[in-house]
């Protein structure tokens, strides 16, 4: 096999890439403390747009070897991995059988996704997508929604992001309202995320469920939601 499509070439030439400074950006961005969501995540200093170039060189690397990455504590690693995938899943030209790998491999290695930017970087078009182009059933994404596992219901309500650029919406607000009341601010964020997404598709669908449910939304699942409303909607919204 050639170096260059293997877990442990693309982690050599990701090694070349460490930068002290970048390390100290990445250290004050995440929140790695005691008690934090990053906490224990390994972060060496290579820029996302180094890992990000490294993937595209590398979306052909077997899935194998995608699942080798994720095995890596290092958090640069495990998000080259699942760019990969990502950028595999949206390419044309992908097999269906691979789509189906990767999204299988999602699913089975979710313990190693395990921070809000690496759900971000795969779950719309490495889940969703799978789902929504192979028209498969999505009980599987109200199961995480429901999961005790924070990223597993980010993974939940990030996947729809792709039905919303289809103007596919009844899992979002389905999704949404399993997640209203949800402990997580990560999570808070991402529902009021697909909310404003959905409104970009039919406002009037948005208006009826922040109608019903926005006094008691949390303040920051609302305001992500309101974003784009009108300042005298906002308002309203704000004041309930």
Known sequence: MDRTLTADGFVELLAAQVSADELA???????????????????????????????????????????????????????????????????????????????????????????????????????????????????????????????????????TLYFARQKDLDDIYGIATILLHDDEDLIHKAVGGMLREAGKHDRQRLLAFLDQHAAEMPRTMLRYAIEHLDPDQRAHYRGL
């Not at 992908?94 to 990767?102: G, I, M, N, S």
């Not at 930017?117 to 929504?132: E, T």
């Not at 994404?141 to 924070?150: G, I």
């Open 25 to 159: 950006k990445v250290q004050r961005y995440f929140k790695l403390g005691p008690g934090d969501y990053g906490e224990g995540d390994v972060f060496v200093g290579v820029a996302m747009r180094d890992v990000f170039a490294l993937a595209k060189e590398h979306v052909d690397m077997p899935v194998g070897e995608i699942d080798r990455l994720l095995d890596s504590p290092v958090h640069e690693v495990r998000a080259g991995a699942l760019n990969i995938m990502d950028k595999a899943a949206r390419r044309k030209r992908t097999p269906d059988e691979r789509r189906q790998a990767l999204y299988e491999l999602y699913l089975r290695r979710m313990d190693r996704i395990n921070n809000w930017d690496l759900v971000d970087l795969a779950a719309p078009y490495v889940v969703g997508g799978y789902l929504a182009d192979y028209d498969r059933p999505r009980e599987v994404l109200y199961d995480l929604a429901r999961s005790a596992d924070m990223w597993e219901r980010r993974t939940a309500m990030l996947a």
